[in-house]
């Protein structure tokens, strides 16, 4: 592993103004988390807190005949045991609204909630579920989405009956009361252009399968929550969301009550990723045990449970026809998937929203269409992941970019260049890219990665006899890097005060989860007001003091919640320059905030210090003080119906070029080193960004080589980090990491989102690898040792897309 | 799981009476009995012993070409050992496959016999080195010991040959000759933290292109770790070249009943004891 | 009447009396009976590193260790290595070279380090590697955390200071 070798760009920062962009800035809350100092939510204990514990369903399709509480409600310990029926107000949660917290007369899947406990201890909780006896009548199980579609496949969601036997079909009313008379979850498709037209111009045609596999997101910290009503039923909730105002709510929606008397908190979390955007069973019922019990009531899962009940990355099979020019220009590319839902829906059924942009916009293609059906079956439910359905997509695209170029017989390198995005380029879906580094991320990676004179030594060396390969492969990709508008609006709200001693307290509605925002806001800030970071105070942490955000996703809280700090920033030091003009006669425009001081922008002269020259304002007879609020929001658009429009402010490109050792005695590959560069806009804090690459790359060999949560039949069959195999220290490559800086004119400082990008291009880039390396295309994630010997050595099954229309 | 006593005894004797007394769950490391029965897949008996503070129960001592290892020797007691390290290399080279530091600070290798995983990181090497173990009880008031090899000690998954009122309290090896060959592979994409799919001890002296005193086991491919007996036979004398090799590995092809579990298919379980027993021996050809 | 066990232990350097149920964890008794909660529970099977303590000097997963079993042994916690030069030097690197991103894993990869450091003085970047091995971190690929613990050895030997940090933390 070499030390990691950085580009620092021409357009970089400008040392001689102090300034804190694109230096190597220390997270603000990294002393007190590497001294067991921070409080996560597991280390959080209310006076009179009970714990509670889920009881969740030993079947995997059964009809609930009956559950029997009367032994655990005796237990000594025990405050309150609740099934569906002691809530009939309950409502319906997740996306499609298609679940009741518990369960009612059925459950789907292994995880289903069917009763919880509220007890002194945990351990008492624990023996009180033990002593529940549930009586289920098994019903066909439905594990394999291509058999969901058959028309006599047993159906998920019937529609609940009535009391006379009959249907009670409730029109108009969510999924979980009318039931689905099939089970198609969601389809989404999108197309621009004429395929037929485009592949009649096709000089080539590839077709494609590739099938992903159910991973999660293994955050350190399990899941939990607190709830507590006060006396007057206001809902305090410590939670570990993402999304805390969309959460507040719909809490207030599912108990009926306004939105005004729900207070959400956010203690520091134990990793995110994409895992708390959406509500899930648990936190609802800790919320009806603390409302039955009138006392605080926390719930954590064990690692167990975290692995068995919280969501995965959607399984997708997937089918991908390209076609070319014999020139190698891209003609027209046809994508259809099935995605596995579950049992359930939560965001993974969404992701060909993202999917859909990769398909259409990585490269210039005139002619495309794509579809996805999501359906029902009695397997986990997905929700949202870190890259948010670009790693499936990306996986498949970017294979077939390098099946294509093979076919054509042109390198990898110079087939993508020539189909790549430009600057300024408006997609057929609506994309437009006012700054876009595809193609110098391509050359850059490519050359740093020494990609081309490696890719031709490595096929030269297929039949030498050496038992152990090298391959290179690379991967591109495009992401959202200037929020998403997914809702109608994207915005971020930011307070900011400026004290007596000029002290900032930020306060802004973006959520910190690991990922370094708020070292990156309070340096934005810092920027303008140029003042220290230790100037600084960041609040971001609780809606009753916080205002508004979307929530942590998409990769967009350094860009939107940047905005906005900067756009407080600016108000705040607009006033305070007008105050100065006003005290030295300068004119505001002559003016500006240096080592918390006013200066004379020409000279850097010092005029007044800054703190003194707020005292005099808020001590004046004008009793004033500074303080601003701000609301940024990008000037994207929510797509139409068709999933046309310019949904994000700005996009983020990267290439990853993946070198690989493959042993073809063992299949056993080894991720030797990333090569990555990447369209960052521009480097805010080099640590931060370089951290977020990082984890991300590793993330993504994870995806690649060794995560795989196996589900068979409805089993969870490794629930544990035994077999749930996350990448260890010894495992990591060495990673050299180049940042393109594009300087986006939307951006805050110049600035993308980059968050998610970093994961997302492994898996493929792997892949091309063990083809360079071997000969052998593997179309199946993962790459365990036992599925690559099984391709190199022919005993694997090929892949066939045998799904009905 | 309700327990009723927790005991610490000082001395062996002490230990083996609690034993006789009734019911025990006895544990050392703790790093086996702890996580299951937290997840209630073992039930602990009303008596939970802990074995660590038995004196003279630890240590690595060298007498009469017998190295005997304390059952409560841990797997980092065991690496930093210089006669581990120099005369039982193939013990060293699986301790440092296993698990984790942590995990090798309070494992044991007593408890990694007695918990009998097919896979079990130090059994492979055990085995190749012909370990016996100590048992002893304390039936009539004085204490009792015997010994038998490791290879008639373990019975399958999880079971062995212990009586209840029994501690396995050491592990002799007869010291190799000079000379002695040992390997270790263990088939995983991480150095440790993993289970191993198969593990494969090889031991022999060089004698002139030949192997001799061959001994080879296999971890994770039969109920037990096993050696192969038929395999060995192969190689005994021979000289090294690729015929001997695969008859060597045709024998082992037999002596080997791997299944399927969500590691590993018993049909890549049957490859891989195949290609790489033949490495290794290609590997000990040029050693 | 379940069996209680009373138990005395050194814990950072001060004698500690405790009872604990015989079934309890030293990972439960650490964080729920004492309080000291820079001890995390991250799997409870000894998989991730995120409760490592140290015992007598070795580390070990506290999920994995009987409480009862501290009984006359010394016990050290993330809250006591920080206390000590070295833990400090660690603190520093990890703040530094950005180690740090949830904080999840942090005080059990820097008990591990530490005793990384304390018995291998001049580890080199594969010992790190290897010595971290049975932690698990989801943030950071690990690359600034092996970084961080390079550096905290430099520093130990004299090499080469870790810089200041020029921004004072907050906190």
Not at chain 1, 719 to 726: A, E, I, Q, S, T
Not at chain 2, 101 to 109: I, S, V
Request: with cysteine.
């Amino acid at each position: 592993m070499a030390e990691l070798r950085a580009k620092t760009s021409p357009q970089g920062s400008d040392p001689a103004r102090g300034s804190l962009i694109g230096k190597r800035i220390p997270k603000m809350d990294a002393p007190d988390k590497a001294s067991g100092r921070t409080r996560y939510i597991h280390d959080i204990n209310l006076p009179g807190q009970l714990h509670a514990k889920i009881l969740r369903s030993s079947e995997r399709h059964a009809k609930i005949v009956s559950i029997d509480t009367r032994a655990a409600k005796a237990l000594p310990g025990v405050h309150a045991v609740i099934t569906a029926a002691d809530v009939p107000w309950q409502r319906p949660i997740g996306v499609a609204k298609d679940h009741l917290p518990l369960k009612t007369d059925r459950v789907r899947s292994l995880r289903d909630e069917i009763a919880a406990v509220a007890a002194d201890s945990v351990e008492i909780a624990e023996e009180a579920l033990g002593l529940i006896r549930v009586d289920y009548a098994p019903l066909p199980v439905l594990t394999d989405p291509v058999a969901a579609l058959a028309p006599d496949a047993p159906r998920i969601h019937p529609a609940p009956q009535g009391a006379d036997g009959g249907p009670s079909l409730k029109p108009g009313l969510p999924v979980a009361y009318t039931g689905k008379p099939d089970n198609v979850a969601m389809v989404m498709e999108y197309a621009q252009g004429d395929v037929a037209a485009g592949e009649a111009g096709s000089a080539l045609v590839v077709e494609d399968v590739f099938r992903l596999h159910y991973v999660t997101h293994c955050c350190l910290g399990v899941s939990g929550v607190i709830a507590e009503f006060d006396p007057s039923g206001n809902l305090l909730l410590y939670s570990n969301t993402q999304v805390p105002f969309l959460h507040k709510r719909e809490f207030a929606e599912l108990l009926d009550i306004d939105p005004g008397r729900v207070r959400i908190i956010q203690p520091p979390i134990g990793g995110g990723f994409g895992s708390k955007l959406d509500i899930y069973p648990f936190e609802p019922i800790a919320i009806f045990l603390a409302k039955i019990t009138g006392r605080p009531v926390k719930l954590v899962f064990t690692r167990e449970e975290e692995f068995l009940a919280s969501p995965t990355r959607q399984p997708v099979l997937l089918k991908l026809r390209s076609g070319c020019t014999k020139d190698g220009v891209l003609t027209f590319r046809e994508v259809e998937t099935l995605h596995d839902n579950g049992a359930y829906t939560s965001w993974g059924a969404t992701t060909p929203f993202v999917m859909m942009q990769t398909v259409s916009s990585l490269y210039r293609v005139p002619h495309c269409r794509y579809r996805t059906r999501a359906v029902y079956t009695n397997n986990p439910y997905a929700g949202s992941f870190r890259g948010y359905g670009n790693l499936q997509a990306t996986f498949a695209v970017e294979a077939h970019m390098d099946r294509l170029a093979e076919a054509l017989g042109i390198d990898p390198l110079e087939f993508r260049l020539k189909n790549a995005q430009d600057p300024g380029e408006v997609t057929p879906q609506g994309m437009h890219f006012k700054t876009c580094g595809l193609k110098d991320c391509l050359r850059t990676a490519a050359e740093r990665g020494d990609f081309l004179r490696k890719h031709a030594a490595n096929r030269a060396r297929w039949s030498d006899g050496d038992p152990v390969k090298r391959g290179v492969g690379m991967a591109s990709m495009l992401h959202v890097g200037g929020g998403a508008k997914i809702y109608p609006s994207d915005g971020c709200g930011t307070i900011l005060k400026i004290d007596d001693f000029a002290h900032v307290t930020l306060i802004t509605g973006a959520s910190e989860i690991g990922q370094g925002s708020e070292t990156v806001l309070a340096q934005l800030v810092c920027e303008e007001l140029g003042l220290p970071l230790s100037a600084v105070t960041v609040v971001n942490n609780d809606t009753d003091i916080t205002p508004w955000d979307v929530g942590v996703h998409a990769s967009r809280t350094t860009f939107i919640a940047g905005n906005s700090a900067i756009g407080a920033a600016r108000k705040a030091k607009d006033k305070i320059l007008a105050l100065a003009s006003s005290k030295c006669g300068d004119a505001a425009e002559a003016l500006d905030l240096a080592e918390g001081c006013v200066v004379k922008k020409a000279t850097g002269e010092r005029v007044f210090e800054l703190a003194k020259l707020i005292r005099s304002l808020h001590f004046s007879d004008k009793a004033e003080l500074v303080m601003t609020t701000h609301y940024y929001e990008p000037p994207s658009v929510h797509q139409d119906k068709q999933f046309k429009g310019d949904v994000s402010a700005a996009y983020a490109w990267a290439t990853q070029v993946c070198e690989v050792e493959v042993d073809t005695r063992t299949g056993i590959v080894r991720l030797v080193k990333v090569t990555g560069a990447h369209d960052v806009g521009r480097v805010l804090n080099r640590l931060g960004i370089e951290g977020q690459i990082e984890g991300g790359i590793v993330m993504g060999q994870g995806y690649a080589l060794t995560e795989n949560l196996m589900v068979e039949d409805g089993w969870v069959r490794n629930p544990n980090f035994r077999d749930y195999k996350l990448v260890t220290a010894p495992e990591i490559p060495e990673i050299d990491v180049s940042f393109i800086e594009t300087m986006d004119g939307e951006g805050p400082q110049g600035a993308k989102g980059v968050g998610e990008a970093p994961a997302i291009c492994i898996a493929a880039a792997v892949a091309n690898a063990i083809y360079n390396a071997t000969g052998v295309r593997l179309t199946s994630l993962p790459f365990t040792p036992e599925r690559v010997y099984r391709a190199l050595h022919g005993a694997a099954q090929p892949l066939e897309w045998n799904v009905p229309q | 799981m309700t327990i009723e006593r927790y005991c610490a005894p000082r001395t062996l004797d002490e230990a083996l009476e609690i034993l006789r007394a009734g019911p025990v769950s006895p544990f050392a490391g703790g790093t086996d009995l702890m996580p299951q029965s937290q997840a209630g897949r073992v039930r602990l008996a009303p008596v939970l012993m802990n074995l660590r503070r038995i004196e003279g129960m630890g240590g690595i001592a060298e007498n009469d070409g017998v190295v005997r290892i304390g059952a409560l020797t841990t797997m980092t007691q065991l690496m930093d050992s210089a006669v581990v390290r120099e005369r039982l290399n193939i013990l060293w080279q699986a301790c440092d496959h296993f698990a984790s530091d942590q995990l090798r600070n309070a494992g044991t290798l007593g408890g990694n016999i007695c918990n009998a995983s097919p896979a079990g990181d130090t059994l492979v090497p055990l085995l190749v080195l012909d370990a016996r173990v100590e048992l002893a009880q304390k039936p009539n008031g004085r204490i009792e010991t015997r010994k038998l090899p490791l290879a008639e000690f373990l019975l399958g998954p999880g079971r062995t040959t212990r009586a209840p009122q029994e501690l396995l309290s050491a592990i002799e090896i007869p010291l190799p000759a000079e000379g002695f060959y040992g390997a270790f592979f263990k088939l995983g994409t991480r150095p440790a933290l993993d289970i191993s799919a198969i593990s494969i001890g090889l031991g022999a002296l060089h004698d002139d292109g030949c192997l001799r005193s061959v001994r080879i086991a296999f971890g994770a491919v039969a109920p037990t770790a096993i050696r192969a007996a038929r395999a060995e036979a192969e190689l005994e004398g021979r000289l090294l070249d690729q015929d001997v090799i695969d008859a060597a590995v045709q024998a082992a092809d037999t002596e080997i009943h791997p299944i399927s579990d969500l590691r590993a298919s018993g049909w890549y379980r049957r490859e891989m004891v195949c290609n790489m027993l033949r490495r290794m021996l290609e590997d000990a050809r040029s050693h | 009447m379940p069996a209680r066990i009373d138990i005395a232990f050194r814990l950072n350097g001060v004698g500690k009396r405790a009872s604990v149920a015989p079934e309890t964890s030293a990972l439960e008794m650490l964080r729920e009976v004492i309080g000291l909660t820079g001890t995390k529970y991250g799997c409870g099977e000894g998989e991730c590193g995120a409760c490592t303590i140290l015992v007598d000097g070795v580390t070990i997963n506290a999920c994995l260790m009987f409480a009862a079993d501290c009984d006359g042994r010394d016990v050290m916690t993330i809250e006591g290595v920080n206390a000590t030069p070295r833990g400090e030097a660690l603190r520093r690197a990890f703040v530094e070279h950005g180690a740090v991103q949830c904080g999840f894993c942090t005080p059990g990869i820097m008990v591990q380090a530490w005793h990384l450091l304390e018995s291998n003085p001049h580890a080199d970047q594969a010992t790190i590697q290897r010595g971290i091995e049975g932690n698990l971190c989801r943030c950071t690929g690990y690359k600034k955390i092996i970084e961080a613990v390079a550096a905290a050895e430099a520093v130990e030997r004299g090499q080469t200071p870790v810089e200041q940090s020029r921004e004072v933390q907050r906190g």
